[in-house]
C-alpha cells in the first residue's frame, strides 16, 4: 500500500510538471519531442520498480518464518552493547558501581541489623513458633525487598546516564520482573521449608521432600519467568503466532506437570517408617489445577492455561508470604509474645519498659505489621489478576483524599495527619513539662508542690490544644461539634454529675492549692501524704503505705488539715501520768529537762510541761514541744519516751499502772474415764435420796399421832 501511494505521488508530480516541461521546450523551440520521451521513460522504470517491491512484499506476507528471524533478539542486544560500551562506557561503569554500592549497604547493613529476625540461628534446637514465623516472614521479605531495589536502582542509573535503549529498556524491564519473582519464590519455599534446618521449618516435611519441594517450586517459577520474558522478547520482535503459542504450550505443560509431581509427593514419615502424603484436600487440590493447565493446553485453551499457571505461582507466593506475615502479627500481639522476640527482649535489657507496656506496644507492631502487609500485598494481586496500576492508583486516591458515606467524608489522609499532629503535639507537651520542670523551676528553687502544680495544669492545657490541632488538621469542623457537646450536657445533667464535679473540684485545687504534694493532710479518717493531685482523684499516701484514691470533690466539701501547709513546723504533744505522793516541782523539771534536751526540739517557741490534771489514779503531766519538722514527730515522741522512763527510775519517780479487775476462770470438771463407777454413784445417790424421803414421810405421821398435854 505504501510504494502504491509513492507510485501515485511520483506519477501526480510528474504530471504537474509535464506542462512546464512543454512550455520550456516551445521557448527553446528544439528538442521538445525528446525531453518528454525521456520523462515517459522514467515514469515506466519507476512504476516498474513498485510493482516489483509490492509483489514481494505479498509474497513475504504469506510466511511469518520470512517477517521474523529469530536471530533478530540477538544482533538487538549484540549492536546495543556494542554501542554502549564504545560510546557509554564510562556511564555503565558508574552506574554499576553505584547499584552495587546500594546493594551492598542493603545486605551489609540489613544483615547488621536485621540479622537475628530474619536468619535461623542453627544454635536453637527447639525455637518457638512465633520466632519460626517471624524468621519465615522476613526471611523472605526483607532480602526480597533488598534485591529489587538493587535491580530498580540499576535500572534507574542506567536510565539516568542515558546507556538504555527503548526495546533494551522493554527486555531488561522484563528480565528484572523474572529475576525478581524466581528470588522471591526460592526464598519463601527455603525459609518455611529450611532443608538445612529442620528445627526452623514452619511445615513438619522430611528433609529429603522439603529439598524436592523447594526444586519443583523454583523450577515452576523459572518456567513461568522464561515464558514471560520470551514473550516480551516477541512481541517486541515481531514473532509469529505459531511460535508464541509453543512457547505457553510448553510453560504450561511444565507447570502442570510439576503440580502433579508435587502433589503425588510424599513428605511425611510414620512411625512405622512408611512415607505419608499430603492431605486429602491439598493434593487433590495440586493434581486438579496440575490436570486442568494441562488440559486446558491441550485442548487449544493457552490463554487460560498460561493464567492459571502463572496465578498458581505468582499469587500463589503472595498468599503464603501474606498469610505468614498475618500469622506473625497474630503472634506478635498475643499476650507476653512481643516480650518474646529479639527485639522485645532488646527493649525490656535497655529500657525502663515493664511488661504491661511491652505488650501495648506489641499490639502497635501487630497492628503495623498488619496494615504494612496489606498496602504491599493487596496491590500486587490486584495487578496480578488484570486490574490497571491507574485504577489503583484513582482508588487509593480516592480513599486518602476523602471517601464520602452519605453525609459524612472519611479521609484517610486527613486521618493520619491528625494522629500524626497530636502526636507531635503530645511529645512537645512532655517535652516543655520537662524542660519548665527540669531547667526553669528547678534553677529557681520552687516548691516541689507548686512545681507539680505548674506542670500538670500545662500538660493538661498542652494536650488539649494538640487534640483541637490534630481535630482541625484531620478536616472535622469543630462546629460540627455542637450536637456532640449538647449530648454531653444532657449526660452530664444525668449521669456525669460527679465526673463533672470531681473535675471541677481538681481545677480549684490545682489553682487554689490548699494542698499540694508532698504535704501532710488529714481527710476525715484518712491521714497520710499527698503523692498525685490529678483533675478526677486525689492520691493519699498513708503512713502504712496504702494508697488512697480519694474524689476532689470530698476535699473541696469537707474540711481538710494540713499539717505542712505554709511550712512543716509543728507542735507534738507527750503525756505522762506519776503517782500521787510525787514531788510535782521535781516532775515538771524533770520533764522540761529533758524536752529541752533533744537536738530536734525548738528553743523558740520553748519547749512547755503542763501539769493538766488530777487524774482518778495518777497526777497528769503533758509535754509540748515544737518541730522544724513535723514530719519527724515520731521519732521525736519516741526519744522522749524512753528518756522520761529512763529518768523516772533514777529520780525513783513512779508511773502508776490502773488496777486490773481479777477474773476468776471456772474449771471445768473433767471428763469421766470410768463408766462404771459413775454408775454406780450415781444409784447410791438415787438410793440416799430414796431413804431420805421415806424417813421423812415417817417422821411427818409421827408427828400429827402425838397429842398435846392436858392442863392442870
Not at 507510485?7 to 516541461?21: D, E, G
Not at 512465633?130 to 542506567?158: K, N, Q
Not at 506496644?361 to 491507574?390: E, K, T
Request: with cysteine; charged share 15%; hydrophobic share 50%.
Amino acid at each position: 500500500m505504501f510504494f502504491r501511494l509513492l507510485r501515485l505521488v511520483l506519477i501526480l508530480a510528474l504530471v504537474v510538471s509535464a506542462p512546464s516541461f512543454v512550455a520550456m521546450a516551445q521557448a527553446l523551440g528544439q528538442g521538445a519531442a525528446g525531453l518528454i520521451a525521456d520523462q515517459q521513460k522514467v515514469i515506466q522504470s519507476l512504476t516498474a520498480k513498485t510493482d516489483g517491491l509490492e509483489k514481494k512484499i505479498q509474497q513475504d506476507g504469506q510466511d511469518d518464518a520470512t517477517l521474523v528471524e529469530i536471530s533478530g533478539f540477538y544482533k538487538a542486544v549484540s549492536s546495543w552493547l556494542s554501542f554502549a560500551f564504545k560510546f557509554k562506557f564510562q556511564a555503565i561503569l558508574a552506574a554499576t558501581l553505584m547499584a552495587l554500592a546500594f546493594a551492598a549497604v542493603l545486605f551489609i547493613g540489613g544483615r547488621r541489623l536485621f540479622g537475628r529476625v530474619f536468619e535461623a540461628d542453627p544454635s536453637v534446637e527447639d525455637p518457638s513458633y512465633l520466632s519460626r514465623l517471624s524468621v519465615a516472614f522476613w526471611s523472605t521479605l526483607l532480602p526480597t525487598l533488598a534485591v529489587g531495589a538493587f535491580l530498580v536502582s540499576t535500572i534507574f542509573f542506567f536510565n539516568y546516564y542515558n546507556v538504555l535503549r527503548g526495546d533494551i529498556g522493554i527486555f531488561l524491564n522484563s528480565l528484572v520482573a523474572v529475576v525478581a519473582v524466581v528470588f522471591c519464590v526460592n526464598r519463601l519455599t527455603n525459609a518455611a521449608l529450611e532443608p538445612r534446618l529442620p528445627n526452623w521449618r514452619l511445615i513438619p516435611v522430611e528433609t529429603g521432600p522439603a529439598r524436592w519441594l523447594v526444586r519443583l517450586t523454583t523450577a515452576m517459577a523459572v518456567a513461568i519467568g522464561i515464558n514471560y520474558f520470551l514473550s516480551v522478547v516477541n512481541d517486541k520482535m515481531g514473532s509469529p503466532l505459531s511460535l508464541t503459542i509453543a512457547r505457553s504450550f510448553i510453560a504450561t505443560i511444565i507447570v502442570g506437570i510439576i503440580l502433579i509431581l508435587m502433589g503425588l509427593l510424599k513428605p511425611f514419615k510414620a512411625p512405622d517408617g512408611s512415607w505419608r502424603p499430603w492431605p486429602a484436600w491439598l493434593r487433590y487440590t495440586a493434581i486438579a489445577l496440575g490436570l486442568f493447565t494441562i488440559a486446558s493446553a491441550l485442548l487449544g485453551y493457552i490463554g487460560l492455561a498460561i493464567f492459571v499457571s502463572l496465578q498458581v505461582v505468582v499469587t500463589g507466593t503472595i498468599l503464603v508470604t501474606a498469610y505468614i506475615g498475618f500469622l506473625s502479627a497474630r503472634a506478635i500481639g498475643e499476650e507476653g509474645g512481643f516480650a518474646k522476640t529479639s527485639i522485645g527482649r532488646w527493649l525490656a535489657a535497655n529500657s525502663s519498659y515493664e511488661e504491661t507496656a511491652l505488650d501495648q506496644l506489641g499490639l502497635v507492631v501487630s497492628a503495623a505489621i498488619n496494615i504494612m502487609i496489606v498496602l504491599v500485598f493487596l496491590p500486587l494481586i490486584l495487578l496480578m489478576w488484570g486490574f490497571q496500576p491507574g485504577d489503583i492508583q484513582a482508588w487509593a486516591y480516592k480513599l486518602a483524599t476523602g471517601l464520602t458515606i452519605g453525609s459524612v467524608t472519611i479521609s484517610v489522609t486527613g486521618i493520619l495527619t491528625g494522629v500524626v499532629v497530636f502526636i507531635i503535639g503530645y511529645f512537645l507537651t512532655r517535652w516543655f513539662q520537662g524542660w519548665l520542670d527540669g531547667s526553669v523551676m528547678a534553677r529557681g528553687r520552687v516548691d516541689t508542690g507548686v512545681r507539680n502544680s505548674i506542670r500538670l495544669a500545662v500538660g493538661y492545657a498542652g494536650v488539649a490544644v494538640a487534640a483541637l490541632v490534630g481535630i482541625s488538621a484531620a478536616g472535622i469542623d469543630l462546629s460540627n461539634l455542637a450536637l456532640v457537646a449538647g449530648a454531653l450536657s444532657l449526660g452530664i445533667g444525668f449521669g456525669l454529675q460527679n465526673v463533672v464535679s470531681n473535675f471541677v473540684s481538681g481545677l480549684i485545687l490545682l489553682a487554689e492549692r490548699p494542698f499540694k504534694v508532698g504535704d501532710w493532710i488529714v481527710a476525715g479518717d484518712i491521714s497520710g501524704t499527698v503523692k498525685k493531685i490529678s483533675v478526677r482523684a486525689t492520691e493519699i499516701e498513708t503512713f502504712q503505705r496504702q494508697s488512697v484514691i480519694l474524689p476532689n470533690s470530698n476535699l473541696i466539701n469537707n474540711a481538710v488539715g494540713n499539717w505542712t501547709h505554709r511550712n512543716k513546723l509543728g507542735r507534738i504533744d507527750i503525756k505522762v501520768g506519776v503517782a500521787y505522793g510525787s514531788d510535782v516541782k521535781q516532775v515538771h523539771g524533770v520533764l522540761l529537762e529533758i524536752a529541752r534536751s533533744h537536738p530536734l526540739v525548738l528553743k523558740n517557741p520553748e519547749p512547755f510541761v503542763l501539769f493538766s490534771n488530777f487524774g482518778p489514779a495518777a497526777l497528769e503531766f503533758e509535754i509540748r514541744v515544737f518541730l522544724a519538722d513535723v514530719l519527724s514527730g515520731n521519732i521525736v515522741q519516741n526519744d522522749i519516751r524512753f528518756a522520761i522512763f529512763d529518768v523516772f527510775a533514777d529520780q525513783h519517780i513512779e508511773i502508776p499502772s490502773t488496777p486490773r479487775a481479777v477474773v476468776e476462770t471456772k474449771k471445768h470438771e473433767a471428763w469421766p474415764i470410768d463408766d462404771d463407777k459413775i454408775e454406780v454413784e450415781f444409784a447410791e445417790r438415787e438410793q440416799a435420796k430414796a431413804l431420805a424421803a421415806v424417813e421423812a414421810k415417817r417422821l411427818a405421821k409421827s408427828a400429827r399421832k402425838v397429842r398435846k398435854p392436858d392442863p392442870d
